[in-house]
């Protein structure tokens, strides 16, 4: 709609910048999610293998050495077992690989298209006959 070739200028740059910017955000938003997914699955392999080396310890003196039959490896069996759920819980939305980041951006709605042309047409970018003829083109009327 404008005809002013600096103008125009100045929009791509900005269209430009914003690409660029969106493009380092969304970099940014994969690698936190890539280490989110690598921490989980560290935190949930010592889990499991820290938790069997005790379970074979208590299976060993019960058996070997006449020790107690009470399941003791339960209770850090319990205890880590919530602080890992507590960090699946955290990052479970990572671990699937959805973020809101992924999502596709909204159209703006029709009014703030409108707010977008009233503020055009009060600097004076938009002539009232430019102004009443997109805003007849964005509502549909004729």
Do not use: C
Request: hydrophobic letters at 45%.
């Amino acid at each position: 709609m404008q005809d002013d070739p600096f103008a125009r200028a100045v929009e791509r740059a900005q269209a430009a910048e914003d690409a660029q910017q969106a493009a380092a955000r969304r970099r940014r938003q994969e690698q936190w999610s890539s280490g989110n997914r690598t921490a989980f699955r560290t935190h949930a392999t010592v889990f499991l293998s820290v938790n069997l080396l005790l379970f074979l310890i208590w299976l060993t003196t019960w058996q070997l050495l006449d020790g107690t039959s009470y399941p003791w490896f339960l209770w850090p069996l319990l205890g880590w077992g919530i602080g890992l759920a507590a960090h699946y819980a955290a990052v479970r939305h990572h671990l699937h690989g959805s973020t809101r980041a992924d999502a596709a951006p909204s159209a703006p709605s029709k009014a703030d298209e409108l707010a977008r042309l009233a503020d055009l047409h009060r600097s004076g970018s938009l002539s009232d006959d430019e102004f009443t003829a997109a805003k007849a083109e964005l509502l549909g009327t004729p």
